[in-house]
Every structure is written in C-alpha cells, then in structure tokens.
C-alpha cells in the first residue's frame, strides 16, 4: 500500500508488479504491433478516432470524428466505453486527465455486493458481479475478485430486524441472489472471529466480495481498446460546444513538460454525437463546460488497514478463501479481509464527517484539476468511536496493530445515488455522475447507460437515480446539509417513504407559514 501514500510514480510501479499487468501487455502487444514498455506509459491511442489510435498518437492541431465521447477514465467511465463497444460502437473515445483510476476509483475499498436497499438498482449489482467474474479470463488482467460472500449483521433493535426481513423478501424478486437469515450459530462457523453478543442475526449473500479497483477498471479498458475503442490520455476537456446538428464539438488540451519549460498546452477538436460525463470527481466541473450544474459535493471517506493477524491467515490456509465481508449496522461501518489482515471503512456521524471545504471554498470552487493519487492525511480520531465497536465485534482486530490510513476524496450527492440519464433540454449530454458506490455499480450501470442510448429508453425504471431529480433549488448549502445527513445515516434504518429534514425547507408554498405556526 505504498503506492496509496508516496504518489502516482510508486503506484503505476506497484500496479505493474503487484498485478502483473506486464503478463497482459506481452500478450496483446504483437497482435498491436507496438512494445509492452508503451502500453504500460500509454494507453492512449484511436482524422477518426481509430486513425489516431493505430498512430499511437495523440491528434494534436486535428479535428476527430467520433459517435460518443466518455469525458473520465474511472471504473464508470471504463465500463460506459467497454459497454459501448459491446454493442456495436467501436470507435467511441475515453478521455482522461491523467492515468485511469486517478481520482476517486484507485483507493477505493472495491465492496461488491448483490444488496441494495433500492430495488431495480440490485440488477446493476447482480450484472456487475458477473461481469467481473470474466474478465480476468477474457483480458488477461488480474482483477483480484475475491467471492468471499457476505454477511449484514443486524442489530438487536427495533426497526432493524424489520428491516432485514422485508430486504429479504425482495430478494426473491432476483434469483441470482441467493440470500438467506442466519442465526448466531452459523455467523460464528462462517466467520468465526466475529463475537455475537446484541446481535440478532445476519443477512447473508453467496457470491459477494471485494476486488481491485485498479485491476478491474484496467480490465474494462483493455477489454474496450481490444474491441476497437481509443483512450486519449493524459488529456482533459476545457470546452464544449453544441452544434446545431446536435451534436458537440469537444476541445481537448494536453499539456506536455519541456525540460527545464513550463508546461506548454496543445489540443484537438474532436466532433461526437454523443457526450457522457463520467468526470468523477470533477463531474460538476464537467457539467459546467455544458451549463449544466450537478448538485455535488467532495467528501473524505476514511478506512484502515491492519498489519497481519494470525487467525486472519489461519482462516484462510483452512477453508482457501478469505473471510466474508462484515457489514455492521449496529457500528455503522464494513470490514473485510485485506491481505492477511483486515479492512475497516466507517461512515461516520453526519457532525463529525467531513466536506473538504478547502476545495469547495476555494477560488476555483471545485477539485484540483491537478490531483491525481493524492491522498489526505490521515484522521483517526474520527474514527475511533467505529473502531473501538469494531474490535467488540471482532477481538482479533486489535491485535494486528494499525499499518495504514486511507483517507481519500470521494464526490456526493444530496441523497448518495448517482444522477444518471439525458439531460433535459441539453440535447445528446448524458449524465453519469455521483456514484458512491462506484465499483458496485460500474458494471451493471455501463449496461443500462448503453441501452438506454440505443433503444431511446432505459432497460428498467430506476427513478431513484433520474439525474432531473434535483433543480436549480438544490443549492449548495442545501446540497452540504444533505450529504452530511445522507453520509451519517448510511447504516440507520431506511423507513418507507422517510422525508428526512436536513437543508428544509427549500420550496415553500403559499401557506407554509400557516401550517408551520399551526403545527
């Protein structure tokens, strides 16, 4: 975990070693005719989009034709271009400022889950998990996906046990999701570190687990370059221009170091059809290229990592897989294996979490563009009220000492779903923006996205993410207070039809004052 503290150059290193990613590139590199050596500096390649990719160059003082431009190269924008050449559209083109991953998807904690306290979005988790089951095998990637299972662990309180048994009952609706009560016994044979006092019982889920970001969204790219696509890095797009076709005319500048210069900025033109925002962390700064604001918000989300723990590795040694993951309603945080120690990610309170107002209250008013594999320091004070459940829970946590913090930016909004669709009145920019919960999605949205473009409506209703959900009302102020609000009660039970109050009143109508004063 070097890598995730000292920057970008021990990371592309690491990447290269830890995953064997130069297994893959010997393998593909005859067939593109060019060395291993480039494909690890340079996955840019595709004038067409596909003329500037078999001259393994970037189209600099050129114009680019191409149907879809994908602004972002995180694990969402990855799967909205692999996804598009699934289905026919080839010579789409990626844009990433920097290397993929850097941003938000490279340091996260890569759960995969089949639960959701949503309905519809389950087949975005169901599709994803099987997807990323072959990819391995498809790209010769390593994806370090560990199909440990999972257990949510339910509190002995009011409300939750409610809660489990009607999540369970939906679960029915998904065949491929084979979820199931366990009691205190069987919690313990699964996962015998954990201690079962004030807990009811659990959730468990066959087939959940965890993988690597990196891995995975390296993958996606490589299974979506094989299939004709071209990544264009490290480049960003600084404007947007619709056309009266409709369509959008992106310009893209790259920045190049001369020796002992300043960074001196060339571009191309590329004219697409279709623009998706798969920014990230720079979502909003995207969307604003378009005149279109997306109620978002950075936050620091927060997880350890333990040294190794003997009954850790022992587990292991005995049943061949890692331990299931934990979900603990009850200390409102996940953890899971890491190596031969463990991982814990808490969601803190909605007072004690935090923004990064730094950057949101700065002069540019958003994320740097220049960050990459930065990382915050770490805060554990914050953590401790988690932590100190956690080793309640799983008394061996204590003994593997604290080896890292993990404290990365992360984008949010209001409600903690993502803003996905068309844009009203915005003709051919598509959103993809907001996502949490990233690595789950990825797979399954880049799908739905994609056949939702191709048949002109989306495969299933998912209102809950329609990106028209929020106005010109959702303001910054009322964006803060619900993030805050939607970040600490991630782990509270979810109550039918709730209208939780943070940032309210926003809209009042003609007789608001009367009913307030009335009761």
């Not at 949510?152 to 065949?175: H, M, N, T, W």
């Not at 814990?344 to 209250?361: N, R, T």
Request: glycine residues 10%; contains cysteine.
């Amino acid at each position: 975990y070097q890598r995730r503290v000292h920057g970008e150059t021990v990371f592309v290193a690491e990447l290269f070693c830890d995953r064997m990613l130069g297994v893959a590139l010997r393998r593909v590199a005859p067939s593109l005719g060019v060395s291993p050596h480039y494909l690890l500096s340079s996955f840019s390649s595709s004038c067409t989009a596909e003329t500037a990719r078999k001259n393994s160059e970037l189209p600099l003082g050129e114009t680019v034709r191409a149907p879809v431009v994908v602004i972002g190269g995180g694990v969402i924008g990855c799967s909205v271009l692999y996804h598009l050449t699934q289905a026919g559209i080839k010579d789409a083109v990626l844009l990433e400022k920097k290397e993929l991953t850097s941003g938000s998807t490279w340091h996260a904690a890569g759960l995969l889950s089949r639960y959701s306290s949503g309905t519809n979005i389950r087949h975005w988790h169901n599709y994803s998990i099987e997807l990323y089951k072959e990819l391995e095998k498809r790209t010769g990637q390593l994806t370090g996906f560990h199909a440990c299972d999972s257990i949510r662990l339910i509190p002995d309180r009011a409300g939750y046990v409610d809660e489990a048994l009607y999540q369970l009952g939906k679960s029915k609706l998904f065949p491929e999701c084979k979820q199931r009560l366990i009691r205190h016994d069987e919690i313990h044979e699964r996962h015998p570190l954990v201690n079962t006092k004030n807990i009811w019982g659990g959730l468990f889920t066959e087939g959940d687990g965890h993988i690597d970001p990196s891995g995975v969204t390296q993958s996606l790219a490589i299974a979506a370059r094989d299939a004709g696509a071209t990544i264009f890095k490290p480049v960003r797009a600084t404007a947007l221009q619709q056309l009266p076709s409709g369509g959008w005319e992106v310009t893209v500048t790259h920045s190049t170091a001369p020796a002992g210069g300043s960074p001196t900025p060339t571009s191309f033109k590329i004219i697409a059809d279709r623009v998706v925002n798969c920014g990230g962390l720079w979502a909003d700064c995207v969307g604003k290229l378009a005149g279109i604001v997306h109620p978002l918000l950075p936050i620091k989300h927060q997880y350890v990592i333990t040294g190794p723990i003997p009954e850790v590795e022992a587990y292991q040694a005995k049943h061949g897989k890692q331990l299931p993951v934990l979900r603990s309603l009850d200390g409102s945080y996940y953890l899971r294996q890491e190596r031969n120690g463990l991982l814990v990610g808490p969601y803190e309170h909605q007072h004690s979490m935090q923004l990064v107002d730094q950057w949101i209250h700065s002069a540019a008013g958003h994320v740097p563009w220049a960050l990459g594999t930065e990382l915050f320091d770490g805060d554990l004070e914050r953590l401790l009220p988690h932590l100190n459940h956690a080793m309640e829970l799983v008394p061996v946590l204590a003994s593997g000492g604290i080896k890292n913090v993990i404290n990365g930016p992360v984008l949010w909004g209001p409600d903690g779903l993502p803003l996905i669709g068309p844009v009203p009145n915005v003709k051919n920019y598509w959103a993809a923006v907001g996502f949490s919960y990233g690595i789950t999605h990825a797979g399954g949205f880049g799908k739905y996205m994609v056949d939702w473009m191709q048949h002109g409506e989306p495969p299933f209703e998912l209102q809950e993410c329609d990106v028209t959900r929020y106005g010109d009302w959702a303001t910054q102020a009322f964006t803060n207070a619900k993030v805050r609000e939607t970040y600490g009660h991630n782990n509270y039970v979810s109550w039918p039809r709730e209208e939780r109050r943070a940032g309210r009143p926003v809209l009042r109508n003609a007789i608001y004052d009367r009913l307030k004063a009335a009761g």
